[in-house]
């Protein structure tokens, strides 16, 4: 017989504790308005997830990421796009792979969501809390790997004027950000193509500028070298990701541990805090914060926080 457990609301306080960290209003009235609530699982339950994890991790026909992958994102932004078209609403963006499982994580443990679009709004209390911390200022906001958009709305929310741009490796993602300007969901953004894997040059950033990644960097496994050279070379005054870092996660605890290897098995992001930590040592960029976030969803803790700013160039002597 499986116990079900009582629903436990999920407000600013219990967010300040697993930061350790006191939110600023704005935050706090973000998670208000997302009504978070979940039910903790019972030691039965939480054995299920474990079996259903290890199984997964097991099977050899799991989809790894890579550039065989662009087809599916093309695909899979392209269903937003046809829904976008026909409902023009901000709704249609929502990535559909968000509570695909009832199952998350919080501080290390399993609960299950209880309140509408648990997960998503999970990520979206993370990425308040980023983006009112450090993109209030910036004159120019750049998302890499944007896919829909749908953070670039979050963004605009902390900073009205500034200059957005979504860009992606997937031609849909384009399509999806000139429809919403040209239905004016979003005032002031524009889409470009963009490839981890082979930086375009000719995409410059401009001055005062701020990048971010969300759940996107991920993808690239050990290949992000080509992508940081390019943000070293253009200078960005902020890099922002919120990522798979495993760098930040206890490999000691069987709910970590499990998430790393998962990560593995995906072929997702694999040391790129080590590598910016050997940037920081040789003097070309400086580290401001790296923080797991303890928020997850069945599968991984996949929204850790990283902020750098590259350090200036220095000159060749001539
Ligand atoms: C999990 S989705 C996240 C999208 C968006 N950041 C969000 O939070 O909804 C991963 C995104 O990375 C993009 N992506 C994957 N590989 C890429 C690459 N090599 N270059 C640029 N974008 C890539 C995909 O097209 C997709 O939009």
Redesign the pocket.
């Known amino acids: 017989m499986i116990l079900r457990m009582k629903k436990v609301r999920l407000g600013y306080k219990e967010i300040e504790k697993l930061w350790r960290e006191k939110l600023s209003g704005y935050v706090k009235h973000k998670i208000a308005g997302y009504k978070l609530a979940y039910c903790p699982l019972s030691t039965r339950e939480e054995e299920q997830v474990f079996i259903k994890i290890i199984n997964t991790l097991l099977d050899p026909s799991l989809v790894y990421?890579g550039?065989h992958?662009?087809k599916q994102?093309e695909k899979g932004?392209g269903q937003n796009l046809t829904r976008l078209r026909k409902e023009k609403t901000a709704d249609a963006v929502f990535?559909r792979?968000h509570g695909k499982y009832p199952v998350n994580r919080l501080d290390q443990k399993f609960i299950r969501a209880a309140s509408p679009n648990y997960e998503r709004n999970m990520?979206y209390v993370i990425l308040d809390y980023v983006f009112d911390k450090y993109l209030r200022k910036s004159e120019n906001i750049y998302?890499?790997?944007?896919?829909?958009g749908?953070?670039l709305l979050r963004a605009r929310e902390v900073n009205p004027s500034a200059n957005l741009f979504g860009?992606?490796?997937?031609k849909s993602?384009q399509r999806i950000i000139k429809q919403m300007a040209d239905a004016h969901l979003v005032k002031n953004i524009k889409g470009y193509n963009?490839?981890?894997?082979k930086p375009n040059k000719k995409i410059k950033l401009a001055a005062h500028s701020a990048i971010y990644?969300?759940?996107?960097l991920?993808?690239?496994g050990i290949k992000y070298k080509a992508f940081v050279s390019y943000l070293l070379q253009n200078q960005p005054a902020l890099c922002l990701h919120v990522e798979p870092i495993a760098e930040l996660l206890n490999e000691d605890r069987l709910i970590d541990n499990l998430s790393i290897k998962y990560f593995r098995k995906r072929n997702y992001l694999e040391g790129f805090l080590d590598y910016l930590r050997e940037l920081e040592k040789a003097k070309k960029i400086k580290i401001i914060e790296a923080k797991r976030t303890r928020i997850g969803s069945q599968f991984i803790e996949g929204y850790s926080i990283i902020i750098w700013k590259p350090l200036p160039l220095k000159k060749k002597p001539l």
């Open positions: 990421s550039p992958r662009l994102w932004w990535p792979y990520l998302e890499f790997g944007c896919g829909t749908h953070n860009l992606d490796w997937a993602s963009f490839d981890f894997f990644t969300a759940a996107a991920e993808q690239v």
